[in-house]
Nanobody
């Protein structure tokens, strides 16, 4: 069974940086794509960025392009989200998600989800 655990969230001032991690279990030897989504209070969950199983293909939302970078660890069962130049509007709970093979920007296509980690950016 696939399980995802996010870490690295916290409180940061605008312009600062955070690095989120997502550790996946139950995916060893499998071709799993990973995605990051976020949900702010009173808003729908939105796509942030995703990476395919090999790490070659990525996709990033316009709102964070040039500031956020997704990458995979060498063991491929860990995914990182490097967030730079954070803005107050980036405040949200950030979720890691997994699906087989190809990455996607649609949350409905991810069957596996982590519990989320809170990111708060103060102005």
């Amino acid at each position: 069974q696939v399980q995802l655990v996010e870490s690295g969230g916290g409180l940061v001032q605008a312009g600062g940086s955070l690095r989120l991690s997502c550790a996946a279990s139950g995916v060893t030897g499998s071709r799993y794509a990973m995605g990051w989504f976020r949900q702010a209070p009173g808003k729908e969950r939105e796509f942030v960025t995703s990476i395919n199983w090999s790490g070659v293909s990525t996709e990033t939302a316009d709102a964070v392009k040039g500031r956020f970078t997704i990458s995979r660890g060498t063991a491929r069962n860990t995914v990182f989200l490097q967030m730079n130049n954070l803005k107050p509007e980036d405040t949200a709970v950030y979720f890691c998600a997994a699906r087989y093979n190809t990455n996607s920007r649609y949350s409905s296509e991810y069957p596996y989800w982590g519990q989320g980690t809170q990111v708060t950016v103060s102005s």
